[in-house]
DNA sequence: TTTTAATTTAGACGGCGTCAAGATAAGCCA
DNA sequence: TGGCTTATCTTGACGCCGTCTAAATTAAAA
């Protein structure tokens, strides 16, 4: 048997051990943070592994490809804005016009202080495509939540109009997401113009459900 | 050589002149196709350029680089916009109500046709580089024709709310243009459903525009 | 005509995703 | 303990990519 004394470790660095201990989520977070600060164009897997510490290919073994790893920065997106909106319907101290205002706005939040990431989770990319097995489940739990406060609603009667709640629901989170997204690819650019054009809508969109 | 061009014009490469005439126009032209049928990741400058029959780096001379050239496929994704809303608007045949219809259908059929290029055109990419320079005019050049509508509705006296036409605009256009996402995404999937979301938004501006 | 400017070209460089083979470490069963 | 199996990580290589440089070709201007 060999000994280790002709294997000089190739990187001067380094007393890290051959296997990493858990490189999937080390990869994962480095991904988060890479895409949060710079943008989805700017992660390469190259660049990834070298960060992390480990060679070009040590990747391929946690994920299937650069496209599997996009995917799963994506779900930790949904997962947090799930989490975000769980907790806003659980909060039993507020009322719920105030659960509303609360869920847009922790949802706009997101979207504007994590723009890149926003982007990629809601990008063709990854809802062409049935390979990532979970993504799209994750994505779906999230909105399912959010339909869950219309439901709070149906149920307490404070929506007057016919329209089923699961409509109410998409029309609405299609206007939150259209203002999400143009605010957060720099389109509405001004801050204050957002917050008010998000007030209006909450407001216009109280009056239909008296209506 | 007797023989011109129709009988051995399978591609474009055979004896074409050194100066292709307009290869700026050509370039354009097969982005836009390219970008449209299979996506923006599909597209490379050198494959365009084999298409189109010039070499690797003549496209440099007519784009700055390839951001540049997708600045100017973005641009005429809102050129075609415009002109769609702009129709619209000018149609004399059409009543008010009609127009905000049309305009709303119209809008969506776009998207929804072509979804690889209006992801483009409102990707953050393009939105956070002030190097384009006409792109960011051009965009807002179409969303005034939007405005337009809101500001004939005004002055025909048929906006009770106070909120200013402006604002209304952008209140509407950002729940429009969310639908429009999440329709040429793929992640609102059946058409009758979007068409259904579609018609109860509109159904709800105007009961917002009388309040 | 000669000169100049516009246009297109081949060649080269570094970065990218990822496939194929080999090396290493850890777990498991005799 | 030893030896087999499997998960994990590494080096090397391939082809595609965007784009820089310098040279070649053609059209336009003088």
Redesign the pocket.
């Given at each position: 048997m060999?000994d280790?004394s002709h294997?000089s470790n190739?990187?001067a660095s380094a007393n890290q051990?051959?296997?990493?201990?858990n490189?999937r989520l080390a990869l994962l977070n480095a991904s988060v943070d890479i895409i949060r600060s710079q943008g989805v164009s700017a992660?390469?897997?190259?660049?990834l592994?070298d960060v992390v510490?480990?060679?070009?290919?040590?990747p391929?073994?946690?994920f299937k490809?650069?496209?599997a790893l996009l995917a799963a920065v994506a779900s930790q997106g949904f997962e947090e804005l799930s989490l975000l909106l769980s907790n806003v319907i659980n909060d039993d101290n507020a009322p719920l016009k105030a659960k509303l205002q609360q869920a847009v706005m922790g949802y706009l939040d997101f979207a504007i202080q994590h723009p890149t990431q926003y982007e990629l989770m809601f990008g063709q990319a990854l809802w062409q495509d049935e390979q990532h097995d979970g993504f799209q489940r994750t994505a779906k739990d999230c909105f399912r939540q959010y339909v869950r406060l219309f439901e709070l609603f149906a149920k307490q009667g404070l929506i007057k109009t016919q329209e089923p709640p699961l409509r109410l629901a998409q029309m609405t989170w299609a206007s939150l997401h259209g203002l999400a997204r143009l605010a957060s690819d720099g389109i509405f650019a001004k801050q204050e113009d957002i917050q008010d054009i998000a007030q209006t809508a909450v407001r216009h969109l109280e009056i239909i459900l008296q209506k």
């Open positions: 060999k280790t294997t190739l990187k051990p051959y296997h990493h201990g490189l992660l390469s897997l190259r660049k592994a510490g480990v060679s070009r290919t040590a391929y073994h946690h490809d650069k496209g």
